[in-house]
């Protein structure tokens, strides 16, 4: 009877649940707790976003600004909101069908390790694939280096319905060629107001941009190529040219804080998320993607046919 009462409760409880969470989705007044005690900010967009006078310098890449638990906190508290990202989306994706809908965009910038695939994985992976789209920029191909640099991120745009996600971005254009000396100076610092007025026009045609820069420290990095060297069902992750590109982690360290400085708008901040916690950073990735879902709230789209009608023919056969 203990067995068969407990199993009732938990049946009972995930009905409940699955209530709560066909109902308009909220942010909390007051901070989130998960139940192992640690407290969630109730808006890490605020916690994050990059605001006049940033300096990337002085922000902690080990820090977890807005959550005071540990991993296993982090995981639970993403655990806690799963379902809800889940349906969020689903309604996302549903609104779209008709082409006509909101899309988000997620773009995710950072140094080499600094966390992009656990990203793709613990966080895109947990919703729905059929409603993501994932496009992974590398260096440009030859068709695409005979177009303006922003062509081939116009062409990946997210179709209504669907949450695109940028590993790397148009942003590249303003940080490796600029490290490397790839282009002219007065090529790539007319970029900062082209990607503005790029994304202004994404925005007011019903894209959610999200922005993230993974912010790890160098020796951090330096420990997970480490890693990647030492295990071999790591190595294939190791590419040497990691190693190379570390000569030049002032430059890039500089090359980024002038893009947050020219290119975190109003419209399209940027939140620079500190990666040297795995955990953490999928954490507030996850938050920043729930926290645009709800803001949109995007509802279940109407029946195009007579619902009654139907469930009567449907019950002659």
């Given at each position: 009877?203990?067995?068969?009462?407990?199993?009732?409760?938990?049946?009972?409880?995930?009905?409940?649940?699955?209530k709560?969470?066909?109902?308009?989705?909220?942010?909390?007044?007051?901070?989130?707790?998960?139940?192992?005690?640690?407290?969630?900010?109730?808006?890490?967009?605020?916690?994050?976003?990059?605001?006049?006078?940033?300096?990337?310098?002085?922000?902690?890449?080990?820090?977890?600004?807005?959550?005071?638990?540990?991993?296993?906190?982090?995981?639970?508290?993403?655990?806690?909101?799963?379902?809800?990202?889940?349906?969020?989306?689903?309604?996302?994706?549903?609104?779209?069908?008709?082409?006509?809908?909101?899309?988000?965009?997620l773009?995710?910038?950072?140094?080499?390790?600094?966390?992009?695939?656990?990203?793709?994985?613990?966080?895109?992976?947990?919703?729905?694939?059929?409603?993501?789209?994932?496009?992974?920029?590398?260096?440009?191909?030859?068709?695409?280096?005979?177009?303006?640099?922003?062509?081939?991120?116009?062409?990946?745009?997210?179709?209504?319905?669907?949450?695109?996600?940028?590993?790397?971005?148009?942003?590249e254009?303003?940080?490796?060629?600029?490290?490397?000396?790839?282009?002219?100076?007065?090529?790539?610092v007319?970029?900062?107001?082209?990607?503005?007025?790029?994304?202004?026009?994404?925005?007011?045609?019903?894209?959610?941009?999200?922005?993230?820069?993974?912010?790890?420290?160098?020796?951090?990095?330096?420990?997970?190529?480490?890693e990647?060297?030492?295990?071999?069902?790591?190595?294939?992750?190791?590419?040497?040219?990691?190693?190379?590109?570390?000569?030049?982690?002032?430059?890039y360290?500089?090359?980024?804080?002038?893009?947050?400085?020219?290119?975190?708008?109003?419209?399209?901040?940027?939140?620079?998320?500190?990666?040297?916690?795995?955990?953490?950073?999928?954490?507030?990735?996850?938050?920043?993607?729930?926290?645009?879902?709800?803001?949109?709230?995007?509802?279940?789209?109407?029946?195009?046919?007579?619902?009654?009608?139907?469930?009567?023919?449907l019950?002659?056969?």
């Amino acid at each position: 009877m203990a067995k068969k009462k407990k199993k009732d409760d938990k049946k009972s409880k995930k009905n409940d649940d699955l209530k709560k969470s066909s109902k308009k989705h909220k942010a909390s007044k007051k901070d989130e707790k998960p139940k192992g005690g640690a407290t969630l900010a109730k808006s890490l967009r605020d916690e994050l976003a990059v605001s006049a006078g940033f300096v990337l310098a002085d922000l902690d890449p080990g820090s977890t600004p807005g959550f005071d638990g540990d991993k296993d906190d982090a995981a639970e508290a993403m655990a806690s909101v799963a379902d809800e990202l889940a349906e969020l989306q689903e309604r996302l994706y549903a609104d779209g069908r008709d082409r006509e809908g909101r899309s988000v965009l997620l773009v995710i910038q950072g140094m080499d390790t600094s966390g992009k695939g656990g990203i793709l994985r613990h966080v895109v992976g947990a919703v729905d694939p059929q409603g993501i789209q994932l496009t992974s920029f590398k260096a440009p191909s030859k068709e695409e280096q005979a177009h303006p640099f922003l062509w081939r991120i116009r062409n990946a745009l997210p179709k209504p319905g669907y949450i695109g996600v940028f590993d790397r971005s148009q942003y590249e254009d303003v940080l490796i060629v600029r490290v490397h000396d790839l282009v002219p100076r007065s090529t790539w610092v007319r970029r900062y107001g082209q990607i503005n007025s790029f994304e202004a026009g994404v925005i007011e045609k019903g894209t959610a941009i999200i922005k993230v820069m993974l912010h790890i420290s160098e020796d951090e990095q330096k420990a997970r190529l480490q890693e990647r060297l030492d295990r071999p069902d790591k190595n294939w992750k190791f590419n040497p040219a990691d190693v190379d590109e570390r000569e030049f982690w002032d430059a890039y360290q500089e090359s980024y804080q002038a893009l947050l400085d020219k290119t975190s708008t109003d419209e399209a901040p940027w939140y620079v998320v500190p990666a040297d916690h795995k955990w953490y950073a999928r954490l507030a990735v996850q938050q920043l993607l729930l926290e645009q879902l709800r803001e949109i709230d995007p509802q279940w789209p109407a029946a195009t046919y007579d619902v009654e009608a139907e469930k009567a023919r449907l019950a002659d056969t």
